[in-house]
């Protein structure tokens, strides 16, 4: 381990380390500085702990190119369990700020592990602005973080802003695929689900298709760069599979891909970690999902009664037919319908790609052990196990007793 303490050429730098970490291939950097105001956490202000932070200690590492996600958990483990006094960890990489709750749970909770989710964060951009933007807006999503894996960040460009929630949807499931599969060949059409294809183009020949005046195009990127993220470099732009006219490749956001998302009948392949560390996380969350379906049921108030019937789902492999479920079984959303005798009662949101036989509304009920993830959809926020907390806060805002 090398160590520099009280650097005399920048009076702003407290100390700085170089350390070798048993797992992780490269050396670890870290030093202290004096603190610049981290981002505010999503909906809501800048936390009191965080806007008094008068120094900031920073991890400089190489991750992995095996396996990205265990050396990013191993090293925020690292840095969240010897600072036990740091109010927050920021991923420069991705924008993501880690509170202390998140980093106690997530990251050195006994029954964590690794999540390639927290590798990336998508962001985006749009044509309109405040009152003029409309459906016809057209817009850019993008991924930040994925470089430090070895992979491009990815793009959607001259999406509909109708679209967007299911082109975030989309950047998701794309990423954490080809994390685990190898870069196919710009403008070859690859699978990332069942039946279900799309393809790589190279930002730039995307780019040079758009209007000057259109996010992601050649002329917005420089200006973004001006005071925001580079959107130049490694990167590649998600694309309908389908050839154009004359055999010409596409160049056009990935409709198939959104629209069957939005239908609710796309399935995308899943990552074993990713898959693995999401049910984990469902099943340690689980006490907190069914307590606060139980508030909404046990409500006399009619309308919270009807909420819980419609705004609680559960994901749980469905089975081929004659045969028991296992990791390549199509993972599928139920409806929770009540708890009975240990099990769920719940009812198929959308009809089964792999079962002719089950239809959409088809009863079920479900051992507990099966659930892989669980959402709970209100009109203006979703929540899922990594915010167990702030989902049993607004149970009771509805119910009137916060």
Not at 193 to 206: D, R, S, T, Y
Not at 269 to 285: G, H, I, N, P
Request: a negative charge; aromatic letters at 6%; charged letters at 20%.
């Amino acid at each position: 381990m090398g160590q520099t303490e009280n650097p005399g050429a920048d009076p702003s730098m407290l100390w700085s380390l170089v350390v070798e970490v048993p797992s992780i291939d490269a050396p670890v950097v870290l030093w202290a500085e004096r603190a610049a105001p981290l981002p505010a956490p999503p909906r809501r202000g800048p936390d009191e702990a965080l806007a008094n932070c008068q120094w900031v200690v920073r991890l400089q590492a190489q991750l992995g190119l095996n396996e990205p996600a265990d050396d990013y958990f191993v090293l925020t483990s690292l840095l969240a369990g010897s600072l036990s006094d740091a109010v927050a960890v920021l991923d420069v990489a991705s924008g993501v700020v880690f509170e202390r709750t998140a980093l106690d749970e997530w990251f050195l909770d006994p029954q964590a592990r690794p999540n390639e989710r927290w590798l990336w964060s998508v962001l985006g951009l749009t044509s309109g602005r405040g009152e003029t933007e409309s459906p016809s807006s057209q817009g850019m999503l993008f991924t930040t973080g994925l470089r430090r894996c070895a992979r491009p960040e990815l793009e959607v460009l001259d999406l509909p802003v109708a679209h967007l929630e299911a082109g975030v949807a989309l950047l998701h499931a794309v990423a954490a695929w080809l994390l685990e599969t190898p870069l196919p060949a710009p403008g070859a059409p690859f699978e990332i689900g069942p039946e279900l294809h799309v393809a790589l183009q190279p930002w730039k020949v995307v780019a040079e298709h758009l209007a000057a005046e259109s996010p992601g195009s050649v002329a917005s990127r420089s200006a973004v760069a001006a005071d925001g993220p580079s959107l130049e470099g490694l990167r590649a732009v998600i694309c309908d599979s389908p050839p154009g006219a004359d055999g010409a490749p596409s160049f056009s956001w990935p409709r198939e891909a959104i629209m069957r998302l939005e239908s609710g009948h796309a399935v995308f392949f899943s990552s074993a970690k990713r898959a693995e560390a999401t049910a984990a996380r469902a099943r340690r969350t689980w006490p907190d999902f069914a307590t606060a379906y139980a508030s909404l049921v046990r409500s006399d108030d009619t309308e919270l009664h009807a909420l819980a019937q419609r705004a609680f789902l559960v994901q749980a492999p469905i089975a081929p037919e004659g045969m028991d479920a296992d990791a390549s079984s199509e993972q599928a959303w139920f409806r929770v319908q009540g708890f009975d005798a240990g099990t769920i009662l719940a009812a198929l949101c959308a009809a089964s790609l792999t079962r002719p036989d089950l239809g959409a509304g088809h009863a079920v009920r479900l051992p507990a052990s099966e659930v892989r993830d669980w959402r709970v959809s209100f009109d203006e926020r979703d929540f899922g196990p990594d915010d167990p907390a702030a989902l049993l806060a607004e149970i009771d805002r509805l119910r009137g007793v916060a």
